[in-house]
């Protein structure tokens, strides 16, 4: 039997899954990362390769010695991590990008680039936010495939920072990965990047895509994949000069582009099989973003509806009408089209990557729930009875329907509304500076505004997904359903929530929180019978070819090893079509919530003028 593992690389942890052909999860282990914040400016979030590396390690000998796998049967493996930008020189060796010294209180550019073990800034890192606007602000052609504005999430705003405030000969001797593309090294030794990381957060434009400027109304064929005027323009004129080599160069000149799940280098090199406890040269896949994993490992089930009508095998143009919302810490939301709407070549080559995402969503109704007054009596409340914090909620939401008399949780929480953007918008809007508001506020710091502010908070969730939705659509996608994984697909309420108020089914894989780690496990195999099949992999040609002939290879993989989902459908009936007129009003009235701050601002804005 042929055995495959997955890694991934979450916010808070590392986790490895190992899985079979069919992909049955065999075993599961996850271990805590560590996250440095400065204890003076809230925006920084940093972590550690070396960290995470050593989770990704003990993570996989704990699943080998559980199952009692002999790893000589791991065939391949698979890496998803966040598109956090990783730092190290040219020995691999961490750099830090922290300003923070041997102590808190001595912070300053000058610790940059030391030895602190800090040599990765998160995603959820916002310090680049005038970097973005610079970026921004030229009008490239390069950044409408990011939506038209470049995130401060992103890698280009957050390299753009490092060169400015790093010293110039240390920064000059950095190589700068997406953090899947460095697991991927890490493990290999292989300087390939992935298109995925590229594409989506380096400003990568792959090679014969057409790139139209509006600022200066001009059009040119992208041809080594980065933009030499883009670049320039920016301030990252060095990048230009040594051919991108920091990046990892320039494809078919001094670097190698990979699609997802291509085998990388000659597989596992012998230290990092050590580290794992796999046997040296076991085939690894080329990396994707944690979010594109999740799509992997859902968008290809076939989903059982409450009366037991089974769907049809789908196709990989089926795809395009499945949108995958990867629900964690954050959410992002992936749609697939064959025809370009942005991202190109994210995951199979000649295909198109839609992204959309909300900054905070689990972490969201983590800090609604903790800083309420009434907090602490829930956490005493579930030690005594020994129920969960979220049950206990649904228990409190219950008892005031039926004192109150609302037909559902939408008329509970009918004139309390709550717009969630506390720590900006990603999508739709690219507007880092949106921030949280609600309206309808009482004197009460009980149980049950506790329950009510949880309760619009998941709504919220809900109307800020149909936005997103709703403008993919409108911009040419035909999206009617949603495939969702991570911790929130287990919150039955919150999916028939969705239901309703995108009207359209939300599927849900057998074991959500493992739909992520079982897509890298699925580029393991992927890479594995690619290399079998043409071998190493060493030029961009091999890569263009292969790409070509086996480019729909990974869809038969993801079609075989997803197993059945489960179909929930919009509430129904006369209720249901009450919840729904409800919900249509409060989503204007979430709309209307985006202008309104819009409007505050720019008036504050000019009163400070």
Known sequence: MEYFIGFDVGTGSGRACLVDRNGKLIADHSVATKTHRSPSDHRIFEQSSTDIWAALATCSRTILKSSGIDPAAVKGIGFDATCSLTVVDRTGKPVSVSRTGKSEEDESDANLGSDSEWNVILWADHRAEDEADKINATGEGVLSFVGGTVSLEMETPKTLWLKKHMNEAKFK???????????????????????????????????????EHVCDGTTEVSTDGWSARFF???????????????????????????????????????????????????????????????????VAAVATSSSGVKEPVPTLDDAARRLAAVAGTSTCHLAQSKEGIFV????????????????????????????????????????????????????????????????????????????????????????????????????????????????????????????????????????????????????????????????????????????????????GRFAYELSQTSGAITTQAQVDAAGEQYGAKLWEIMVAMTQPATRVEARSGPEGERERKLLDAK???????????????????????
């Open 587 to 609: 989503y204007e009235i979430f709309l209307e919530s985006i202008d309104t701050q819009r409007r505050w601002r720019q008036r504050i804005a000019q009163a400070v003028a």
């Open 344 to 523: 190109p070549g994210a995951v199979f080559p000649g295909y198109w990557m839609n992204e959309g995402g909300q900054s905070s969503t689990g972490q969201l109704i983590d800090f609604i729930m903790t800083t309420h007054p009434a907090y602490p009596k829930l956490v005493e409340l579930s030690k005594k009875s020994g129920k969960s914090t979220y049950e206990l909620l649904g228990e409190q939401l219950d008892k005031m329907m039926k004192t109150e008399g609302a037909e559902t949780l939408t008329h509970l929480t009918k004139d309390l509304h709550f717009y969630p953007d506390l720590h900006g918008n990603r999508s739709p809007l690219a507007d880092p500076k949106m921030r949280g508001m609600i309206c309808g506020l009482e004197l009460d710091d009980g149980l049950d505004d506790l329950a009510a502010k949880f309760n619009v908070t998941l709504e919220a969730i809900a109307l800020q997904t149909r936005h997103i939705v709703d403008t993919m659509n409108s911009k040419g996608h035909k999206i009617d359903s949603i495939y969702m994984s991570g911790s929130q697909a287990k919150n039955g309420p919150l999916m028939r929530l969705f239901a309703t108020v995108l009207q359209m089914p939300i599927i849900i894989p057998p074991q959500p929180s493992a739909a992520v780690v079982l897509g890298a496990a699925m580029l």
């Open 232 to 298: 320039n323009k920016i301030g990252l004129e060095d990048l230009v000069k040594d051919d991108f080599e920091q990046l990892g160069g320039i494809p078919g000149k001094n670097g190698l582009v990979l699609s997802a799940g291509q085998p990388v280098g000659q597989g596992l090199n012998q230290e990092a099989a050590a580290d794992l406890g796999l046997v040296e040269g076991t085939s690894v896949g080329s990396a994707v973003i944690d979010a594109y994993s999740g799509w992997i490992g859902t």
């Open 173 to 211: 001797e950095c190589m700068l990965f997406d953090l899947p593309d460095y697991l991927t090294y890490r493990a290999t030794t292989s300087l390939a990047r992935s298109n995925c990381s590229l594409a989506c957060k380096y400003s990568y434009v792959p090679p014969g895509t057409t790139v």
